[in-house]
Structures are given as C-alpha cells and as structure tokens.
C-alpha cells in the first residue's frame, strides 16, 4: 500500500501518489497518480489499489541501483535478430523491468557500434529505442539519488562505458 507523496513507477514514468479514489466506472479503489516531471496536477490517472495489471512499482532506492550499475556487464543483451529488433524493443519497453531497459541499452548501442564499425549508416529503430530507454530509467535513477537528470546520465555512461558499452 502507498501512502500520499509516495513516488512509485508506473508503467514506466516516475509518480507521485496524489491520493486515493473510487473510480466511478470500475468502482474499484484507486490510487491518484500525478506524473512526478509535471506534478501541476493537470493530468491524473486512476491506478486500481489492486494493481492487477502489475504496472505499478516502488522507485528503484539508491543500493539498488547501486547494485544494477554493478550488474550492468552480466545483464545479456537481447538477441539481434534484424527482422524483429522493433518488436523486441516495443516489448522490452512495455514490461516492468529495469533490467530490460539496460537489455535495450546494451542492444542498440552494441548494434550502433558494430554498424560504425563498418561504416554503415545508423539504424533509426536502434537510435529511438535507446533514447527511450535512456530517458526513462535517467529519470528514475535522477529521483532515487536526488540528483540532477544531466548529472546522474554521466554517472550512467560512465558506468556502460566502464562495461564496453558506449562511446
């Protein structure tokens, strides 16, 4: 159970616990949840207590993601399979799990790597995908450690590059 001010992942943005509500079509108990970057409360979503769906979860603390950049070098990447890396990413994306999105981070810069090396132009769905998964687990680590978004993303570079991943 969350509490009000609690920040919790959903899906994959960060958010802040606004309160709790039936939902008037489902008549569930529902959490209130305001996404954390624009916390204005122009924008609500009805979350049931319940989470069924299990697209509801605690922000990563600081010794886990201590525990995950150190973790960064075994985590395997997805298989590179040109045909269906879209379909791969998209479900990567969709779960839950912070480790898919280093799996997403691993592939595309491992695949936009082997294509420079061989001077070939850059795949777009690689690029897209890896900015995606940059953008949300930057975001989740930024508030679990309290710090800047541009200053946690060269923490987490120098963590990839420290495993052969990156530039």
Known sequence: M???DDLV???RDVCRVAGRETSQVSGEDCYVLTPYASDDGSVRMLVPVSN????LRDIITPPEAEALMERIGSIEPLVDKPANMKSQYVAM??????EDLIRVIKTASMRNKARMENHKKLAAIDGEYLAKA????????SVAYGKGYDEIKEDFLASLRSCGIGD
Not at 93 to 98: A, C, E, H
């Open 134 to 141: 940059m953008d949300y687990i930057l975001k989740e680590l």
């Open 2 to 4: 969350y509490s009000i």
């Open 9 to 11: 992942i959903y899906r």
């Open 52 to 55: 069924k769906g299990g697209h």
């Open 93 to 98: 994306l969709r779960g839950d799990s912070i």
